[in-house]
C-alpha cells in the first residue's frame, strides 16, 4: 500500500509526484496490467521462455 504524507511546505502537485513515483516503483501499474486479463498456465510459461531467450540473446 502506498502512502504519501503531506509535509509542511508540500504543494498538491508535489504530493501527486511521490504518489506516482512510489507507485511505478513498487511494481502496482505493472502488475494491474499483467492482471487485466487471464493468461492460460500454458502461454505463462510460454512467454516466459520467450522472454528467458530475448533476454539471453540481447546479453551478448
Same mark, same amino acid.
Given at each position: 500500500?502506498?502512502?504519501? $504524507?503531506?509535509?509542511?511546505?508540500?504543494?498538491?502537485? *508535489? +504530493?501527486? /509526484? #511521490?504518489?506516482?513515483?512510489?507507485?511505478?516503483?513498487?511494481?502496482?501499474?505493472?502488475?494491474? $496490467?499483467?492482471?487485466?486479463?487471464?493468461?492460460?498456465? *500454458? +502461454?505463462? /510459461? #510460454?512467454?516466459?521462455?520467450?522472454?528467458?531467450?530475448?533476454?539471453?540473446?540481447?546479453?551478448?
Amino acid at each position: 500500500m502506498v502512502v504519501v $504524507k503531506k509535509m509542511p511546505g508540500d504543494s498538491d502537485d *508535489s +504530493l501527486i /509526484r #511521490k504518489f506516482t513515483k512510489k507507485v511505478i516503483n513498487e511494481g502496482i501499474i505493472q502488475e494491474a $496490467k499483467r492482471r487485466e486479463f487471464y493468461l492460460k498456465p *500454458s +502461454l505463462a /510459461r #510460454k512467454a516466459k521462455a520467450e522472454e528467458a531467450r530475448r533476454v539471453k540473446r540481447a546479453s551478448f
